[in-house]
């Protein structure tokens, strides 16, 4: 089976930082471009971050290009996201999601094959 486990949210002061690692297991991870989602109380799930199957392109939502970094390590079968400068509203549960396709255009494009089960992410003012 497909598994995607999240860690590392947790509560931080607004201008901290937090790092969140996606652990895959059930899946060729190398084959599926990988993806960062979150969704605040009230709101949709929107993207956050989006990275190709190697690492060598990414995508980031303006509202935190600079501040966030996605990466990957194939050989740990991991993804995860550096949060830096971290802000109110940055508050959600964050979403790990695989694509079945190499390009970070089908996760930009919403064709989310699995999502892990997401871990809280709080920012306090």
């Known amino acids: 089976q497909v598994q995607l486990v999240e860690s590392g949210g947790g509560l931080v002061q607004a201008g901290g930082s937090l790092k969140l690692s996606c652990a895959a297991s059930?899946?060729?991870?190398?084959?599926?471009?990988m993806g960062w989602f979150r969704q605040a109380p009230g709101k949709e799930r929107d993207l956050v971050a989006a990275?190709?199957?190697?690492?060598?392109?990414?995508y980031y939502e303006d509202s935190v290009k600079g501040r966030f970094t996605i990466s990957r390590d194939n050989a740990k079968n991991t993804v995860h996201l550096q949060m830096n400068s971290l802000k109110p509203e940055d508050t959600a549960v964050y979403f790990c999601?695989?694509?079945?396709?190499?390009?970070?255009?089908?996760?930009?494009?919403?064709?989310?094959?699995?999502w892990g089960q997401g871990t809280q992410v709080t920012v306090s003012s």
């Open positions: 999601a695989a694509t079945g396709s190499k390009s970070l255009y089908a996760v930009v494009g919403g064709g989310i094959d699995y």
């Open positions: 059930g899946l060729t991870f190398s084959n599926y471009a």
């Open positions: 990275i190709n199957w190697s690492g060598s392109y990414t």
